[in-house]
């Protein structure tokens, strides 16, 4: 090989290298001192750095990103806007706090409202949605809220793990797997329903003062809801359709971005206010990501380098799902699902890794309070309304909550 390929080969190497750690130690951060740069900005720069530096052509750049999960993102982020947008969130709140009388059921009201609607909703847009909802009924009962924040939070990241639609993560693994979408829900909702029991069996015992007590309450009637009935019954037949869609087998992105399009056709609710709804900063960083880890791939991980690493240490359940959740705690769990993207195609059984990457990325992010961002969602909320959930406060429930679903997963699986 001629001085100038090899000088080449290595500049490019070094690039990509660099750009690849400092895109995901800023992903870990969050912030670099003195600059306004936020996760999505970082991995936008550090896509264009691949291609500026010449590890990435544009057509390659272009090539990498994974545009059916992005349209799925989008669509789903759509339809949930609507739904928000016309007072359903609202509604269903008051119908499950109007019909408890005691904090146990209450906590149990929460996390089965969290979990099953961020099964098929997606978990962040679910906690965007229903900390406001629920902080206002916890202090009309003049309860602790911290308990049922921490509800809000882990209830819909365990409840996110059954299926595609649930979270970020799961739209990737989807996409990039082929799994049908039945056969996904088949897998793991089993892991999802016995983490939400344990969800609430663990808050229930650490927050023994609030949950096991005889006391009973009576929810104050709140002042009229201002709701479209026209544009819910519409969300939700657009809804359900969907689901039926995805189970049917049909392509799920396609269905979203469907979906998400034709709620944008109605004379109720200004577009503008749909488009203030979404996750625009989410669906730039995914771009960057997926051109991120395309040149560190390019660069790093020739075919022997994966296939070594994903036959002596990857095949192993366990192994897999303490990587993934290790990683995922490390740089995040979308990031760290990209990471291990390579990998898996070497392995003995592909479609099966995929679902232990899902299942240890998606609980892994209820270790600790910056573990997903949905905990960060609810945490923010929760701090606008004057109220904090403390690193320790989360962590006493969060880790063994952790460690007991992800055990369950492997057993599962």
């Known amino acids: 090989m001629p001085t100038a390929q090899i000088l080449w080969h290595d500049a490019a190497t070094v690039a990509a290298v660099l750009t690849f750690a400092a895109t995901y130690l800023f992903l870990a951060i969050g912030k670099l001192p003195g600059y306004h740069l936020d996760r999505a900005g970082a991995a936008l720069l550090g896509a264009s750095l691949m291609v500026w530096l010449g590890v990435l052509t544009l057509d390659e750049a272009y090539r990498a990103i994974d545009f059916d999960t992005v349209a799925l993102l989008l669509g789903m982020m759509i339809v949930v806007a609507n739904l928000r ?7 269903i709140n008051e119908w499950v706090v109007s019909r408890t009388r005691h904090p146990l059921v209450l906590l149990a009201a929460v996390v089965l409202m969290a979990g099953s609607l961020s099964a098929f909703l997606v978990n962040d847009t679910i906690c965007l949605a229903m900390t406001p909802l629920v902080l206002d009924i916890v202090i009309r009962l003049k309860r602790n809220p911290v308990p049922y924040l921490l509800a809000i939070a882990m ?6 793990v059954a299926t595609i639609t649930g979270n970020p993560q799961n739209m990737i693994v989807g996409s990039l797997s082929r799994i ?13 329903v016995a983490g939400l029991v344990l969800t609430v069996a663990l808050i229930a015992l650490i927050y023994r003062r609030e949950f096991l007590t005889r006391e009973v309450f009576t929810v104050e009637v709140a002042k009229p809801i201002r709701f479209y009935r026209t544009i819910i019954i519409k969300s939700l037949v657009v809804t359900g359709l969907m689901i039926a869609l995805f189970f049917a087998g049909q392509p ?10 034709f709620m944008l056709f109605t004379r109720r609710i200004k577009a503008h206010k749909v ?8 669906l730039v960083m995914f771009v960057g990501l997926f051109i991120v880890v395309a040149g560190f791939e390019k660069i790093m991980l020739t075919p022997g380098v994966i296939a070594t690493v994903a036959r002596q240490h990857l095949d192993s359940v ?14 995040s769990n979308v990031p760290a699902v990209l990471v291990l993207k390579p990998f898996v195609a070497t392995m003995y059984d592909p479609q099966k890794a995929w679902l232990v990457i899902a299942m240890a990325s998606t609980l892994a992010g209820n270790l600790t309070v910056v573990g997903s961002v949905a905990n960060l969602i609810v945490v923010q909320r929760a701090q606008g309304a004057g109220i904090t959930v403390g690193f320790w406060a989360y962590f006493k ?3 063994p909550l952790t460690v007991l679903t992800i055990l369950f997963g492997i057993y599962w699986l």
């Open 85 to 91: 947008l016309s007072g359903f969130f609202l509604l």
């Open 155 to 160: 209830a819909s990241n365990v409840g996110s």
């Open 180 to 192: 049908h979408y039945a056969n996904f829900a088949a897998a793991l909702s089993p892991i999802a």
């Open 252 to 261: 799920v992105a396609k269905v979203a971005i469907l979906g998400g399009a």
């Open 275 to 282: 488009y203030r709804e979404i996750d625009w900063p989410m």
């Open 318 to 331: 366990a192994v897999l799902s303490l990587v993934t959740a290790a990683l995922s705690n490390l740089v």
């Open 397 to 399: 429930v969060g880790a």
